[in-house]
């Protein structure tokens, strides 16, 4: 079973998530917890549905304001897709990088300049030691 499927009647959404049936009503009106719809216009809540209810009733418990709870939870949605774009476009751009072919890699130079390699290929780093001393000042006491 999906989390997103609508399957809770409106009195067994209430009871899972200990609150009454006229509050759940009252979170649809306001855009809270928008339940699925039957043809009959009978609402539905989902798994996903009733842990936002709990959420709600906690943030409430809190002392938050409707107006914030319905704040939070639209920064909450957002935030998820965000970080499934994220996801995306982290695999988008690893297929870029092992399907291109020719594809380069970049590395820091000696100076700190950026550096284009063709992927493979080693640079060769230099492992001279360099001894530095200061001007001559006269002989040290």
Known sequence: MDENSPVF????????ANMH???LRQYDRLGLVSPGRTVGKSRRY???DVAKLREIAQLSGEGVSLEGIRRI???EDQV???RARVG????ALADELLNRPGRRVFAAGAEGEVISVKAGT???RSNQVVVWRPLDRGPVT
């Open 9 to 16: 009647v409106i009195s067994m959404a209430a009871e899972l």
């Open 21 to 23: 049936p006229q509050t």
């Open 46 to 48: 989902s798994v996903r």
């Open 73 to 75: 939870l639209g920064l």
């Open 80 to 82: 998820a897709g965000l």
């Open 88 to 91: 995306e476009l982290e695999s």
């Open 122 to 124: 080693r640079l060769r």
